[in-house]
């Protein structure tokens, strides 16, 4: 039995990308999933000693929200690793109140700092 490592390394042009590790011999055995369905077109290339993995995501996966996609090694449905996709105009809202969250909190330790500063010197 091998062990499998999964680095991921990009997402360009609607596939992405990442290297795949093995101890064992032989061509590794990966699933990738979306919603529980396994996604067509995944392709397996060697190099360097190293198994390239490219995921295309199929059109009807991009959508308003939160999409995750499992890569594991299919002859044990142990998983490697995942990757998401994050869209929509409820990300805007997120990423909005997340930068409130920040800016108020750059706030409290810029005054946190001064106070300190004073009360040292």
Do not use: Y
Not at 13 to 26: D, K, L, M, P
Not at 34 to 48: A, F, I, M, T, Y
Not at 73 to 81: P, R, S, V
């Amino acid at each position: 039995m091998s062990t499998l490592t999964l680095t991921p390394t990009k997402m360009r042009h609607g596939i992405w990308q990442g290297e795949i590790h093995q101890s064992g011999t032989g061509v590794p055995q990966i699933k990738v999933t979306h919603l529980g369905k396994d996604v067509p077109g995944v392709q397996l290339n060697e190099s360097d000693g190293a198994w390239l993995i490219q995921v295309p995501i199929p059109a009807e996966a991009i959508a308003d929200g939160v999409q995750v996609f499992v890569l594991s090694d299919a002859t044990d449905d142990e998983k490697l690793g995942h990757f998401t996709l994050i869209a929509g105009e409820a990300l805007g809202d997120d990423i909005r109140a997340e930068m409130e969250l920040l800016r108020a909190e750059l706030d409290l330790l810029k005054r946190a700092f001064r106070r300190h500063c004073v009360e040292t010197t």
